[in-house]
């Protein structure tokens, strides 16, 4: 079993930078992908990137690419996702998730544990 807790969000204007952490128990966190999400009001849950357990391989939505990045750092079991140039669009609850997988995934499916969210806010 692998709990996840996110921290980093709030509010910050357009153009904005910001900082998500997930903090993941256990002692495998090198094992497992790891992404993040997002989900906004009225829509679906989306995917926004995703990281291989070593750190090496890395995907992203194509509406976030350029601005955002995904990090890890396995001494620490947590997983980062800096986004620069926050647009109100980008407004959304941010989960992360850990997948039992070795080939990083933007299918929400395959991922086996969710972190409970951490609001972000772009005003214009």
């Known amino acids: 079993q692998v709990q996840l807790v996110e921290s980093g969000g709030g509010l910050v204007q357009a153009g904005g930078s910001l900082r998500l952490a997930c903090a993941a128990s256990?002692?495998?966190?090198?094992?497992?992908?790891m992404g993040w999400f997002h989900q906004a009001p009225g829509k679906e849950r989306e995917f926004v990137a995703t990281?291989?357990?070593?750190?090496?391989?890395?995907y992203y939505a194509d509406s976030v690419k350029g601005r955002f990045t995904i990090s890890r750092d396995n001494a620490k079991n947590t997983v980062y996702l800096q986004m620069n140039s926050l647009k109100p669009e980008d407004t959304a609850v941010y989960y992360c998730?850990?997948?039992?997988?070795?080939?990083?995934?933007?299918?929400?499916?395959?991922?086996?544990?969710w972190g409970q969210g951490t609001q972000v806010t772009v005003s214009s």
């Open positions: 998730a850990a997948a039992r997988r070795s080939v990083p995934t933007a299918t929400m499916r395959l991922y086996d544990y």
């Open positions: 990281i291989s357990g070593s750190g090496g391989n890395t």
């Open positions: 256990g002692r495998t966190f090198s094992s497992y992908v």
